[in-house]
C-alpha cells in the first residue's frame, strides 16, 4: 500500500517524560519491524503490538505509517546533517576538503551497509512524493554547507554555479548509496569508488 501523498510527522510533540518515552517505544519498534519486513510491509497495528501500546495511543502522535517513516527519517537526516557539518568544518584548503569528503562517503557507505533499516527506511522514503520532498530538501541543506566551504576555498568562483554543484553532488551521493547497497558487495564498492571520484573532481574545480 503507497504511503499517504501528504505527510506530517508527529502528530503533537510530546511534553511529559512518559509521553516522550512512549513515543521512543513506538519508533523503536517501526525500526525493528522495517528491519524484519521492509517499510512497505509496516503496519500500523503491528507497531502498537510490538510496542505494547494501544492502537489509540499511537494514532495520538502519528496520523499514519508515512509520518512513523517521516519522522525516522527526519533523524537520519540530522544525523547525517550533523556529521557533514562536523566533517567539513575547519577546513582551509582543497587538499583538505578532498581528504574530509572523501572520508564522509566512506563513512556514510560503512552507515548504509551497517544499518540496513536505514536503507529501507530511504525506500519508504523515495516510494512517497512527499517524502521524497523530504530527501531532495536534506540534500539541498547539506549541498549548502559543502557550497559554504568550496565557495571560501575558490573566492572566485560563480557562487550561484557552486551551490548547484553542490546541491548535485549530495543528491547523487544519496542515490549512489541505495545502489550501493542493492547489489553485491564488490560491485558496490566500485560504484561508491566511482561516485568518489566524480565527485571529488567536481568539488576541488578546475
Known amino acids: 500500500m503507497p504511503l499517504a501523498a501528504k505527510t506530517e510527522a508527529l502528530r503533537r510533540t510530546p511534553s511529559q517524560a512518559r509521553s516522550r518515552e512512549r513515543v521512543e517505544k513506538m519508533l523503536a519498534a517501526a525500526r525493528d519491524l522495517i528491519a524484519e519486513k521492509g517499510a512497505d510491509a509496516l503496519r500500523m497495528g503491528e507497531v502498537a503490538e510490538r510496542a505494547q501500546v494501544s492502537i489509540g495511543s499511537l494514532y495520538q502522535f502519528f496520523p499514519d505509517k508515512a ?17 557533514i557539518a562536523d566533517g567539513l568544518a575547519g577546513i582551509t584548503d582543497i587538499a583538505g576538503l578532498r581528504t574530509a569528503f572523501a572520508a564522509l562517503i566512506d563513512s556514510y557507505y560503512g552507515i548504509f551497509l551497517s544499518e540496513p533499516v536505514m536503507r529501507d527506511i530511504w525506500s519508504g522514503v523515495q516510494a512517497d512524493p512527499a517524502l521524497r520532498d523530504l530527501d531532495r530538501e536534506d540534500s539541498r541543506i547539506n549541498g549548502a554547507v559543502l557550497a559554504g566551504v568550496m565557495a571560501r576555498l575558490r573566492p572566485a568562483a560563480d557562487r550561484a554555479a557552486l551551490e548547484a554543484s553542490a546541491f548535485l553532488v549530495m543528491q547523487l551521493g544519496e542515490a549512489t548509496m541505495r545502489l550501493a547497497v542493492s547489489v553485491g558487495p564488490e560491485e558496490g564498492r566500485r560504484l561508491v569508488e566511482i561516485y568518489k571520484r566524480m565527485a571529488l573532481a567536481e568539488i576541488a574545480g578546475p
Open 67 to 83: 509520518a512513523v517513516i517521516r519522522t525516522l527519517a527526519e533523524r537520519y537526516n540530522a544525523q547525517g546533517r550533523a556529521c
